[in-house]
């Protein structure tokens, strides 16, 4: 979700923290995001947490800072029309991720969606990545994993799914990277390709 679906190169949860709660430690408030993320709790009982006096508010205002790529929903369509099937697979708090998709109208781009606030575990734990392949109904091999950060890439290939990053960070990269939804597309096209060349 973010820093590929959405614009967040710089993890957009800290920088809103340090304007509305000044004070408030990085570590304090990753152990408590950390915790609602996994589903522990829920959103209005993390901004509790926190230090906010109004939860619903707070959580309004951040979510509102988050923008969509405008690249994501015609590359979606187009490889939906291609028959492609997608899924989302997201560290977030449940509430959050439903909100975001429900502003963009995001569901009806996904064949599957895995929220770790909803099923209780977290990239790179190897079993998010397997109940998505599964709600696919998609054997990882034929699957094509994209992120923005290397950890989760690396997950992802110990189960036989390609990687790509999603350089949305400007990092240094070994592996297949792309700065935007049309380079992926384009990306993505090749190893179509070369898949379709294979069983020929």
Known sequence: MYG??????????????????PGLST???YTHWIAASNGSFGSHEFFRRIGFDDPHRAEREYLDTIELDDGFIPEAERLRGMGMKLALLSNDISEWSLWLRQKYG????FDAVAVS???GFTKPDARIFKLVSQRLDIAPEQCVYIDD??????AAEALGMTAVLFNSRNVVYDGPSVRSFA?????LDGI??????RQL
Not at 106 to 109: K, S
Not at 192 to 197: C, D, F, H, Q, V
Request: aromatic residues 4%.
């Open 192 to 197: 179509l390709e070369a898949e379709n060349a």
């Open 27 to 29: 570590e304090e408030l």
């Open 117 to 119: 606030g909803d099923v």
């Open 149 to 154: 950060r290397e950890r989760f890439l690396t």
């Open 183 to 187: 380079e992926l597309g384009r990306l």
């Open 4 to 21: 590929v679906v959405m614009k967040d190169p710089t993890g957009g949860l800290a920088p809103y923290m340090e304007t509305a709660m």
């Open 106 to 109: 995001l569901d009806r781009l």
